[in-house]
């Protein structure tokens, strides 16, 4: 697990994750008996801004020595290709083992504002395909003026986000969930957590599809 302080991540572009992408070793075989875990820490400081995911898509692993997962034999864990939703224009987090765990945490004294996706998480996107569990918990951030299609500061895919003070604020999707958007998941919003002022043509703060959603 990373932590990244301090730092300012400005204009860049990808096809998912334009200023910060997680996601386990794609060469590490899912088949460990122990605790295996993988995730982001965003401590104070950070500016993550005017990013943008650009698509979706589907990639191809790298092997452990540098050669194209072509390369690989055919049949092998590794030689498969792995789509992806894409999106997450500020940070993405995506979690496709099976026994491993994936958190990502978003602190106060963070900013991640004016990113775009052209799918889903302008500003966030969290996404669990295997794992025994994901998790998105912001504590004192400010998630704001980001864009995409499906929820313009934040947007989960079968994982759980928390918001236990900070903002998300005046972000904008275009169809679902302006602030959040939470597919086949769960949503706390508690304390001092604040989804204000955002914009979508459903859900303008939060877009719950097959998902639970906590206020306290």
């Known amino acids: 697990i990373m932590t990244v302080s301090g730092c300012t991540i400005i204009g860049n572009t990808a096809m998912s994750g334009g200023g910060i992408a997680t996601f386990p070793y794609t060469r590490t075989e899912d088949d460990a008996t122990g605790s295996n875990a993988c995730g982001l820490t965003l401590g104070a400081g950070n ?58 945490e978003i602190g106060k004294g963070n900013t991640i504002q004016e990113n775009n996706a052209e799918n889903m ?19 004192g951030a400010q998630i704001e003026e980001n864009k995409a299609n ?36 769960i949503c706390n919003v508690s304390g001092t957590g604040s989804v204000s002022d955002n914009k979508a043509a459903n859900g303008g703060g939060i877009y719950i599809d097959n998902s639970s959603l906590t206020v306290s």
């Open 47 to 104: 500016i993550i801004s005017n990013n943008k995911a650009v698509a979706t898509g589907k990639f191809k692993p790298f092997s452990s020595e540098g050669n194209g997962a072509d390369q690989d034999a055919p049949g092998s864990k590794i030689d498969k290709v792995i789509e992806y939703t894409g999106g997450g224009g500020g940070v993405w987090c995506y979690m496709n083992k099976d026994k491993w765990t994936c958190s990502l």
């Open 150 to 185: 499906q929820g313009g500061g934040v947007a989960v895919i079968k994982a759980t986000v928390s918001i236990d003070s900070g903002e998300i604020t005046e972000n904008t999707a275009v169809i679902n969930g302006g602030g959040i958007y939470v597919t086949s998941g």
């Open 121 to 139: 998480g302008g500003g966030v996107l969290v996404e669990h395909v295997a794992g025994t569990y994901t998790e998105l918990k912001v504590t």
